[in-house]
Structure formats: C-alpha cells, structure tokens
C-alpha cells in the first residue's frame, strides 16, 4: 500500500510524546517562497475531518486553524500547516519544499482513507534529526487506569496533571503550579525531583545524556517494562498458592 507520509504534527505539551516542537524549527525565508509553499498547503485536498479545531503551538491567538487534513497524494498534513509557515516561519523537510515548490505541480491522486495509510516515521525522524524532539524515550501518556494507581502513589506530592510516565525507571513528567513541569521519581529514596520552567528546557533527542540509566534491582521495573504493566504486577496478591 502506497502511505503518505505526515508533515506537521506537533509536539502537545498536555500529551508529550517525541514530535517536533514548531519553536525550534524557526528560519526566516524569502517571502516569495514563504507564500507559494503557503499557497500549495491550502491548495490540499481534505481527506478527514475533525470535531474539534487544531490550536496554534505559539499560542498567538490564532483560533481559525481547521479540521481537516490535507494532502497532495504523497503527503498528509493538518489544514493548519500554512499558517505555520506563513506567519511563524516554521521550515519543513527539503524534499516536501522542493516538491511543493516545483512547476509545473507534481500530478495529484486523493488516496482513499484506510487505516495504516499514514507514516509519520519519516516526519518524526527529521525532526530528530532538526533536534527538535523532546527526548520522551520510554515515556508514555498514562491510561486513566494506571494514572488513577499513580496518583495514588504519588500521595500529596503538588501537581496540577500527570502527563507522563516511564515505567523502566519509575519517573513521571508532571505539570506543576506556574506552567513548569517536574520529573518526579516515584519510590522512597530515589532521585530528588527536577524542575523545568516549561518544555523548552527539557532536553532533546540527541543531546548529551544527562539522567543515568537506572540500575535493575530486584523488584524494581525492568526496563522496557510499561507503568501499566509495573503496576497491575506489583498490585497482584503475593501469597495465593497453596
Ligand atoms: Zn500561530
């Protein structure tokens, strides 16, 4: 099967996950170029609609982002797109410009909607490459299951959300009072809390590694393990042999 592959989808610092954040892929281009890459980006064809509008990541106040998704037949990306290079001057990949760029316009084929059609590899492994990645390696966006056992856990530590967890290492990313997030290791004696002002100083994929790996001990997770798993294991009655 023939998939597009996915231009624009964005790092949700309430659902962190390794995408790009649009704020480090910022570079001044020639106006010119700027408004024909626009202009091809709202030329897409709508493949699937959405309830709820996309919301600008530089927050300026944009609210008019669309529903849809576009493409080309060889690319997919959110009706919001344009506006990102337009008015935020955010760049994407190469082969995507020159293709977008080119005249005359690469010939057009609406691919049906099926599940599997879309690849965001290729997207999510340039911005990588951009280091524009929040490095989330092993981190995962609770299930209401397990954030219900975490919170639990967690106790009175001051939190405003869960937003992530590491179950290899026990860590948790949680939204704290002010907008600043916190990695916060869930087990007596473990490291002491880190804070960051925002998601703009958590570290990147492909920066140099600055949290040590954890150290396997018994009853500890191994790593690779999901906090789901970690839990549902640890909460299981011990002594129901015979
Ligand atoms: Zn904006």
Known sequence: MKRLEVLGWWFNEQAPTELPRPQLLVAPAAPERRAALAAFLRAGVALVRYPEPSFCRFACGEEDMGR???TDGRFVW????????????????????????????????????KFGLYDAGPWIAW?????????????????????????????????????ACRGSTRELIL???????????????????QRFAGWHEWP????????????????????GVPMGEFFARRKQPRDERP
């Open 68 to 70: 849809a998704d576009l």
């Open 78 to 113: 959110p009706e919001g797109l344009a506006h990102y290079v337009e008015r935020h001057d955010v760049r994407l990949p190469d082969h995507f410009v020159e293709r977008a760029l080119a005249q005359p316009l690469p010939p057009f084929a609406l691919p049906k909607a």
């Open 127 to 163: 911005g990588k490459a951009q280091r524009a990645c929040p490095d989330l390696g092993g981190f995962e966006i609770p299930t209401l299951d397990v954030l219900d056992r975490i919170a639990e856990d967690l106790g009175p530590v001051p939190h405003e959300a869960i937003l």
């Open 175 to 193: 939204a704290i009072a002010g907008g600043g997030i916190e990695l916060h290791q869930l087990k007596a004696g473990g490291r002491p809390p």
């Open 204 to 223: 990147l994929c492909g920066d140099a590694p600055q949290r040590s790996a954890p150290s396997p001990m018994s009853g500890k997770p191994k790593p």
